[in-house]
DNA sequence: TTGAAAGCGCTAACAG
DNA sequence: CTGTTAGCGCTTTCAA
């Protein structure tokens, strides 16, 4: 910048001035000369002593669980485009798998002096992590279920979404059904299994008898645990999986028994990720909004960072899509593209 | 800082010291107070002002060109684990069908002034960013295939994959085979289909007769396309799709149109996705080594930024996952779960 | 409308 | 082993 001044035979204040374009008077032709200099010499502003100065860096860090599951992906993108258009960078770290990083990316953003944390996919609701939030004094926002309610949270009704699943079994007829969870310690799951049993109360069914297997978020997880649930004496009729890319396993599982889906067994999943629709049977599911609530939950931590008022939480609309999974004749020829989305 | 120093009647150097714990020479009992003093206080060093200082952010960017397609979060993964690792944050950021946004992506992050660039995907071989992160002398390296072959890359042969999945079906005894390939410009499917074409040729098929549809890489288009190819009076009687997601689209075409897989198509598909293993009928595929390929792009950069001599170019291994998409009876009762991973 | 100078928080000589 | 000090690149009073 320094030699851009000199250059331009001009104070280091005035091509400050021209470049960070604040609505300071400048004299036209000063500008102009010192605009031609700047990209002469290839000049690029140094956010750093900027950041230094105002002690704010616009940029936000966000902390997402696991990418392999598509719903995390979906978060991410949202808090982007609502970031980017807020001209915000995105400082990015994934858990997968590693969940010792958690302390060490939390201090590593704090040093780099990020203006606020996202925290996607929540079910960080052990005390360390909140403590050491609140140590470092970073603002949050929660992207996802958070068992304490600490931090203000963007995140489906999952009580709701439990129900949802389970009166859409309920109606068919279903009475002996399967549910297949995430691996503990997962909030949303916890929510969605008990949801699904105040359903099985009011239907008269002993929600105690209902079989529940724990699985990882993934395929592998939902072909082992739709064959524990399917190789039972009292087989149920229906399973309600934790994620869609656990009901694929579930249906392989049960194709591998040569149970027909819909007819033998019916299967739900969540989360509605783009294949599904695209799968035969195609597979019912509960859709989570993603973009949608990582977009929200940058929305509430821009408003955090202006000093506003913000929510404790916001709770996001779900939706049942039906599909072949549990409706036979859903996928008729012929009728698959009619569903329309994009 | 100032302050710690003043608590624990210390000059800011000797906390500078302790805090960086660069096996600089300080007594023990000094350096207790210190600590104690930095954990009593709260104080969590400010990183941008030893940035300023030392010229070096210790973090990288990366710009992927869309989260939905399973292959980037993959890549994403591989580039995080390594840099992690090392001591590098990432700043990250998408395009995801917002191509103006890229060059202000660059700028951002050359004015946040990161040690190093990955750009994911490649494609990108369009000159304007290229000159742009000429200018801006970003060291970058793709992680992805690039047309001029400019900067440092790290990518599979594409001319090879392309052999792989067309050889397959040719041995198989297909004769007429359609190619469901990716939207225009995209530098990897074009290689693929170069290589399939070179194999029709040397089967003494004619690859002029081989009909080429295109797609986005998303299952819708996969759908439309697998119904443009089988609609046709010379209905082929196998498909190769630029993606799994694409082919997963294909397959649910062929489906509602009465098609038997593989008995009556055999489809292929790229990137060997997590849920096609769990398919029925199993996606045949190639598998792209994600992770691999994001890891090693960060490697490659690492030299980079340490002054050391990379390769211009790095190449991966592909490998073909024969599963029931292309042949029938590999998804027998009992047999799926055998193929073991993870 | 422009310039001079102080200072954001830290590190690296250089002295002691 | 510890302290003093200059300065990283920028913005922002304050004066001119």
Do not use: C
Not at 5 to 20: E, P
Not at 129 to 135: N, S
Not at 161 to 186: C, D, F, Y
């Amino acid at each position: 910048m320094k030699d851009v001044a000199q250059a331009a035979k001009v104070s280091t204040a005035t091509v400050s001035r021209v470049v960070s374009d604040n609505g300071y008077p400048v004299a036209e032709e000063t500008r102009l000369r010192v605009l031609e200099t700047v990209r002469r010499m290839g000049y690029t502003p140094n956010d750093l002593a900027r950041s230094l100065l105002k002690d704010a860096t616009r940029t936000i860090g966000i902390i997402v669980p696991d990418l392999a599951n598509p719903h995390h992906p979906g978060v991410l993108r949202g808090v982007e485009d609502v970031a980017v258009a807020n001209g915000y960078s995105v400082l990015f770290s994934s858990i997968d798998g590693h969940p010792d990083r958690l302390e060490n990316y939390l201090n590593v953003m704090a040093t780099k002096r990020i203006d606020g944390l996202i925290m996607a996919g929540g079910g960080y609701d052990s005390t360390p992590p909140l403590e050491q939030i609140r140590a470092l004094r970073l603002k949050t926002v929660m992207a996802g279920p958070q068992a304490g309610g600490q931090l203000p949270g963007v995140e489906i009704d999952n009580v709701a979404a439990g129900r949802l699943a389970a009166e859409h079994l309920v109606q068919l007829g279903h009475r002996s059904i399967g549910v297949i969870t995430g691996p503990q310690g997962t909030a949303a799951p916890a929510g969605r299994l008990a949801g699904a049993r105040q359903v099985f109360a009011e239907a008269g069914l002993n929600p105690g008898e209902m079989p529940v297997v724990e699985s990882p978020f993934a395929s592998e997880g939902g072909y082992a645990g739709g064959r524990a649930l399917l190789d039972r004496d009292d087989r149920p009729t229906a399973i309600i999986a934790a994620s869609d890319v656990i009901a694929v396993g579930a249906m392989a599982a049960a194709h591998d028994l040569g149970l027909r889906v819909p007819q033998d067994l019916a299967i739900v999943g969540y989360d509605d990720i783009p294949v599904s629709r695209f799968l035969r049977p195609s597979l019912t599911t509960i859709g989570l909004p993603s973009w949608q609530i990582g977009a929200t939950a940058m929305e509430v931590l821009l408003k955090l960072l202006r000093g506003e008022e913000v929510p404790d939480h916001t709770v996001l609309g779900l939706e049942l899509v039906v599909r072949g999974s549990t409706v036979a004749g859903a996928d008729e020829p012929e009728a698959a593209p009619q569903e329309s989305q994009e």
